[in-house]
């Protein structure tokens, strides 16, 4: 499993930013409100800046930075508070690059429990962690690569899996004929009208849609 303790595993930074590209176009097609998505990406974070951020509604939070060459991963898991290192060891020997972010907004306020970053040679580094716990297993698993990991994270949050036609279905969740488009995306292609809704047969929000798909930077053709 990815984590801290297993930086091998990590993908590079080219193909992470391609991971979370595609989380957060998914998060967008399948939430039509932005405050409840897990996953969302702004390529015109700052100059030369992209941010990708994951926050769960429990307080849990991931915040990443793109840089031309480099990236950093500050990650928040409530649950191990109590066991990890300090923000000084987290952060010892990383390069100054990453400084603004990791010690200014809105990383400070949401606080470290674990930190990872690239170096010059595109390799993750970590500073001095513990050997406890520190939650990176359960939040940067979504990075394995594989659009599978996501469909079964989002099965229960995103979609209504009602079969019998009179049972009541839920109105907000989406109503998925194929979940062939998530691999779809995965691949960087580009995104139609007809994949969004083999996500969700009753999607109409395309306005909305389309903004969220500029911010991310990601291509579609709705014509």
Same mark, same amino acid.
């Given at each position: 499993m990815l984590s801290t303790k297993n930086l091998q595993l990590?993908?590079?930074?080219?193909?992470?930013?391609?991971?979370?590209?595609?989380?957060?176009?998914?998060d967008a097609i399948f939430c039509d409100e932005w405050e409840f998505r897990y996953y969302s990406y702004n390529s015109k974070w700052a100059e030369g800046e992209e941010f990708c951020? /994951?926050? =769960?509604?429990?307080?849990?939070?991931?915040?990443?930075?793109?840089?031309? +060459?480099?990236?950093?991963?500050?990650?928040? *898991?409530?649950?191990?508070?109590?066991?990890?290192?300090?923000?000084e060891d987290l952060t010892l020997g990383?390069?100054?690059?990453?400084?603004d972010f990791i010690f200014g907004e809105p990383v400070s306020s949401r606080g470290t429990d674990f930190c990872l970053w690239t170096n010059n040679g595109g390799e993750w580094e970590v500073g001095n962690i513990r /050997?406890? =716990?520190d939650g990176s297993e359960e939040l940067l698993n979504i990075f394995d690569g +594989?659009?599978?990991?996501?469909?079964?994270? *989002?099965?229960?949050y995103f979609f209504d899996h009602t079969q019998d036609e009179d049972e009541e279905e839920d109105d907000y969740k989406a109503k998925p004929?194929?979940?062939?488009?998530?691999?779809?995306?995965?691949?960087?292609?580009?995104?139609?009208?007809e994949m969004v809704l083999l996500l969700d047969k009753n999607f109409?929000?395309?306005?909305?849609?389309?903004?969220?798909l500029k911010e991310i930077n990601y291509h579609y053709d709705f014509n």
């Open positions: 990590m993908p590079n930074k080219d193909d992470l930013q391609r991971i979370c590209k595609a989380i957060s176009v998914l951020e /994951m926050r =769960d509604g429990s307080g849990d939070h991931m915040l990443i930075l793109f840089l031309k +060459n480099n990236c950093i991963i500050n990650g928040l *898991a409530k649950e191990y508070c109590s066991q990890v290192a300090s923000k990383m390069p100054e690059i990453y400084n /050997m406890n =716990d +594989n659009p599978e990991t996501y469909i079964n994270w *989002a099965y229960e004929t194929s979940f062939e488009p998530v691999f779809e995306i995965y691949q960087e292609k580009k995104l139609t009208k109409d929000d395309w306005k909305r849609l389309e903004e969220d």
